[in-house]
């Protein structure tokens, strides 16, 4: 449809992957070299700035590869969430994955006899074994990406305070599209680019727990599975409006979410704010 077709191409103009005659610009050369959605592409690149390569590769591909997280069966429920918790990661989902995939690899290390014992491990904690060894390939295809086009990969750090702002930022950098609030503290999720309310899909970790986070990242959104959004993260606005292009943010419809957001801006550069105003 021409609407869908425009607004991909408005899309990658944000994601500053389109020069002005609406060619592939340098750095949108660059993204397209990924074999991944071009979002995800964009905080890969990014998290060479904010050095965190090596934990925004495992969250590419897992969020790449089928989703690792198997449904119980009847009456399991509570024992598979209880499993889950224990890879839980409090600043949220992507964070998760990466807990998920390094116990994996872990597992698989001390494995003796490899092939059951991957297996094993993984039915004991309800995930799924090729959706793991999966993101494992995924993982290093993109490595090797990042080598052939002479990208630096920085050393891993995570569990750092620093590092887990660093992915924050590389998030935000490619997924500032896809940003929603919690309206009423309930779980009702509005998301900024449509008046579309959506609630937190069963497998992430905020699921069911008394801590559902106001701002959140999320990396997908269904309609199918109860206007769910999938992968979500703990944002702050005040790092989304440090991040967020300029125009991208002018361009959103007016909501109260807007407000907000505008308000953090106005406090944090006062100068800046009254000069717009003035224009």
Request: charged share 20%; with cysteine; hydrophobic share 40%.
């Amino acid at each position: 449809a021409p609407e869908s077709l425009m607004q991909a191409l408005e899309d990658l103009d944000y994601l500053a992957a389109l020069d002005n005659d609406g060619n592939l610009s340098e750095f949108g050369i660059i993204m397209s070299e990924f074999p991944l959605d071009p979002q995800l592409s964009k905080s890969l690149l990014a998290s060479c700035e904010f050095e965190c390569v090596d934990e925004m590769l495992t969250i590419a591909a897992m969020v790449t590869a089928p989703n690792c997280f198997l449904q119980a069966p009847p009456g399991t429920q509570e024992i598979a969430l209880t499993c889950w918790r224990k890879f839980s990661h409090p600043a949220g989902d992507h964070f998760t994955l990466i807990n998920v995939f390094n116990a994996f690899k872990e597992a698989k290390a001390n494995s003796t006899s490899q092939h059951y014992s991957n297996e094993k491990w993984c039915r004991d904690y309800f995930l799924s074994c090729s959706a793991l060894r999966m993101a494992e390939i995924i993982r290093a295809e993109l490595v090797e990406i990042m080598k052939r086009i002479e990208l630096p990969i920085s050393e891993p750090a995570f569990g750092a305070k620093e590092n887990i702002l660093s992915i924050k930022k590389s998030l935000l950098s490619g997924y500032f599209m896809q940003i929603a609030r919690d309206v009423d503290g309930s779980g009702n999720y509005l998301m900024l680019t449509h008046r579309q309310v959506a609630h937190l899909h069963p497998f992430s970790s905020y699921y069911n727990t008394r801590r559902i986070p106001e701002w959140v990242l999320f990396h997908e959104f269904s309609l199918s599975e109860d206007n769910s959004i999938r992968v979500v993260s703990e944002i702050s606005p005040e790092l989304f409006v440090k991040l967020v292009p300029q125009y991208y943010f002018s361009n959103l419809p007016p909501s109260e979410s807007k407000d907000i957001l505008q308000e953090v801006i106005n406090h944090l550069s006062p100068v800046s704010a009254t000069k717009e105003e003035q224009k």
